[in-house]
């Protein structure tokens, strides 16, 4: 193997991590920024506070849902707590306090492929106050392709 086909063999292989720092959230909020195209893996967040009621979400990739209903994603959620999208209409947000296995039931989605455009991810959060960070893992498809804060 030639030293230019093992750099594009690794660039091929690196995930990106987008981060929002805690904060608080009410409504509709575009999170993330998309710019290029890229292949989403994960999309999920933690409580670093507890909600300040039951509280709901549904997540919305250039403007294409990720799950098929507002979905709870911890009612009286603890801090700490973390949800993860499926990223797949068919599937349900999980959440979990110990640990989070990657089921067959989270890998039913492959990802999400955001084409090569800009756009956004929006969270829409049904609870009167929602405090927590939310990350992004995803994979860049062409080299200057990113995901960044909103």
Not at 34 to 48: C, D, Q, R
Not at 66 to 84: F, K, M, N, Q, S
Not at 108 to 118: C, E
Request: aromatic residues 8%; charged residues 5%.
């Amino acid at each position: 193997m030639s030293l230019s086909s093992l750099v594009a063999s690794l660039w091929q292989q690196q995930e990106n991590v987008a981060y929002r720092p805690p904060q608080v959230y009410n409504a509709a909020t575009p999170v993330f920024n998309i710019n290029g195209a890229v292949l989403i893996k994960l999309l999920g967040g933690f409580y670093t506070a507890a909600p300040g009621g039951a509280t709901t979400l549904i997540c919305a990739i250039n403007g294409v849902n990720v799950c098929a209903a507002a979905v709870d994603i911890g009612t009286g959620g603890v801090i700490g707590e973390v949800w993860v999208s499926p990223l797949n209409v068919a599937g349900a947000m999980l959440g979990a306090l110990g640990g989070l296995p990657f089921t067959d039931a989270l890998l039913h989605s492959k990802g999400f492929l955001a084409g090569n455009s800009v756009g956004t991810i929006v969270c829409t959060f049904a609870v009167s106050t929602w405090t927590g960070s939310i990350f992004c893992i995803y994979k860049k498809l062409t080299p200057n392709a990113a995901i960044t804060v909103a």
